[in-house]
């Protein structure tokens, strides 16, 4: 009984994580480029802000949106807009990148936040 119940108030939990916080992982480009890449995100009623950190610059996020697992992110990539389409899956976001011609996928891992590190 005891197993039933902690395993019923777990799933509990899952369907409603704030996305807000650090996102580690990698993408690719259509090189199969491996960029390092960290999402630092704010979820506020539905709508998501932040600054995208990676290899090749960091890029801030000027539009964002979460639709149940779906979560959709816009950035200034410096020339036209760019695009993430990502799906929540346990503690990870996995889908794809797009700016312009280039794009590819994406992987990233919800990260505990660490008191007293350096940001940046």
Avoid: Y
Wanted: one cysteine or more; aromatic letters at 4%.
């Amino acid at each position: 009984m005891f197993a039933l119940c902690s395993a019923a108030s777990g799933q509990q939990g899952k369907s409603k994580t704030s996305l807000t916080g650090r996102w580690e992982g990698t993408a690719q480009d259509k090189a199969e480029e491996v960029i390092t890449l960290a999402l630092d995100l704010t979820e506020k009623e539905g709508t998501l802000s932040g600054t995208i950190k990676s290899s090749h610059g960091d890029f801030p996020i000027v539009g964002g949106s979460r639709e149940g697992e779906k979560v959709t992110l816009e950035f200034d990539a410096g020339g036209p807009t760019g695009s993430i389409s990502l799906r929540m899956t346990d503690d990870r976001l996995v889908g794809t990148w797009n700016t312009g011609d280039n794009g590819g996928p994406v992987d990233v891992k919800k990260v505990a936040a660490q008191e007293g590190a350096p940001k940046g």
